[in-house]
């Protein structure tokens, strides 16, 4: 419908608002008497283009890119974040451990990152590009290598600390020339009122006024604080406050799955990423320098009790084990004929389909505690509305099974980026739904997909059931010798192609 | 279609005044004129671009409304809009640095002597925008038959499809009136998004931008 409105003669669509005039009448008196009883509480409250609400990852992101950008970066951007890290100029030591909760961060991201400037601070600290990845099962039917020579790439991702990430973005938030200011507390209420006209002829208009008039959205901080925006970006994680109180619906499902995250060591480096899936659920082993890999277990949430309070040793024992010859026995290549079976489909040999299975390198320290976490799978049936935006994990949570989570979220900030830039450039009003409803239009296929993917992944290994776990393991040597798939496989992965299969 | 021709806007004057395209406000200190404003959809941009906007419309309830709408941004408010024509504010001896009229002169009576006004508006140096509606046998099929009776986008007869002007006559009558056209491009709608883009498929609408010499 907003479509044909747009292309009607420009006085059909305002004479369309007038009718709301009725319903600022009786706003406005409402607002007036409420203010009445507070006076000027927290002083002045400040107007800003954009308020971002959660100075996480994908938060800080968004300011990056809007810096980056030479249309945008003369926003006013309010960041709001109770975070104390947020305060302070370094908190990342050499010297610290790594810590279990890690991202792995795809080359799209990487190119992203570069982007907007904040690489170099990453490089600066710990992180471990990869080049390779084994992929197999508990049934020993199958397993896929994959290597990023397949797909002419240098690198298949990156593992880095979400703490590095964070610091890296902070910094080069801060030495840009966005005008920012970050706010340490965290939103308590947000209003939005519906567009109404001004008969007062006044071009010194108030921010209470513009506000009334639907042309701020107002937002109270637990601190006392207020502030105006024209557009409020929700980027506070999967229990997005914003989300919340714009009133967004979400489907979504529990996975009953926990996931044990945490930091092991080895004796050797580890270059490769591994994950085996499990009956109850994938183990991923992923490098993350100096001899250090993260974990992530998925398994139901009893077990996940069990296994996070168990001793050290018997955790390291219990990880080997599972890597190895738990559950079921390693992978041959004789089980389902030689390549030969595919030769026809090849097209070209890739060239890790002649690398032989091999058993991941063994844990032999702890070097963090372990966190459990549940799953889920959570996702915005919109992502915009009037003067907000939901970006990250507000918007959609996945499955970790591929690592693919924040760089989903890096995606939505670097598309509202530019869509908030094109509509700079057009003069429009930045909040306006039809702005921000492109936005949308661009993710939301792009991120369905994705999770659709993850989500079929997740609920085809749950079922141990003998026909089902041949064609997976079909799957997997398909996924090995077809070196067209193995290719399709990586550049979706990577962040490449964003639907898969469709070039 | 709004978006699409402010982005011509945006990129020919940029050129035109040899202003940085990546500027958020890149008309500070131009004067525009939007003639036929209507609502104020296209003069509100163009305030937030920087530029000094003046919006002229012969029908005062657009003029009312617009004002009502563009109070409410600062960028907009100051906005100078008045209900009168084109040749009254020649005679009133006004100039402006960019004369623009979109979907105008598809309406008035004398197309020619609508150019001169245009003309005489446009202050020395300065740019002429004007877009319209061709005179061929697509823009009957889109513009008359297909907007007006099967999708109903505008009311029937807001068009009278023989005062469509060719891009031919429009380059005439503005040359005759002493504009140069130098730029032209054409809107062309693709069902299946929705979204209106450039393109230089000037058959049914189109858009050109003139400089006066003298």
Known sequence: MNRIFATKAGSDVYRLRIPWRPFSNDAAPLLSSQNAGNPEKGSEAKQYDIAIVGGGMVGLALACSLASRPLTRHLNVAIIDSNPALGRKHFIKKEDLPDPRVSTITPATISFFKDIGAWQFVEQHRHAYFDKMQVWDYTGLSYAKYNARDADKEVLGCVVENKVLLSSLLSRVQETVLPKKIYPSRLNSMSILPNSSSSEVDSMLSMTALFTHGRLAKLELEDGNSLYAKLVVGADGGKSRVRELAGFRTTGWNYSQNAIICTVEHDVENHCAWQRFLPSGPLALLPIGDKFSNIVWTMSPKESSEFKSITEDNFLKAVNHALDYGYGPHPTPSILGSSDLFSWLKGGISKSANDCFEIPPKVVKLASERMAFPLSLRHANDYASKRVALIGDAAHTVHPLAGQGVNLGFGDASTLSSVISEGIAVGTDIGEVSLLKKYEADRKPANVMMMAVLDGFQKAYSVDFGPLNILRAAAFHGAHHISPLKKSIISYASGEMRLPLFA | ?214
């Open chain 2, 1 to 214: 279609m709004n978006p699409t021709r402010l982005a011509f806007l945006r990129s020919t004057l940029c050129r035109h005044f040899r202003k940085d395209p990546l500027s958020a406000r890149p008309f500070e200190g131009l004067r525009f004129i939007d003639v036929g404003c209507g609502g104020g959809i296209l003069s509100e941009p163009l305030a937030r671009m920087g530029a000094t906007v003046t919006g002229i419309d012969a029908i005062e309830k657009n003029i009312k409304i617009a004002r009502l709408h563009a109070n409410l941004d600062p960028t907009t408010s100051t906005i100078e809009y008045c209900c009168t024509t084109a040749e009254k504010l020649v005679e009133e001896q006004r100039k402006f640095d960019a004369v623009i009229a979109l979907e105008v002169i598809e309406h008035v009576a004398d197309a020619a002597e609508f150019c001169k006004s245009l003309s005489a508006l446009t202050a020395h140096e300065g740019a002429t925008v004007v877009s319209t509606i061709n005179r061929s046998m697509r823009s009957y099929a889109t513009a008359i038959v297909a907007a007006e009776y099967l999708l109903q986008w505008l009311p029937k007869g807001t068009h009278q499809w023989s005062s469509f002007l060719t891009p031919e006559e429009l380059t005439m009558i503005l040359k005759r009136a002493g504009v140069d056209v130098k730029e032209m491009a054409g809107f062309v709608y693709n069902p299946l998004t929705g979204r209106w883009s450039l393109s230089d498929d000037i058959s049914v609408n189109f858009i050109a931008y003139g400089t006066k010499e003298k």
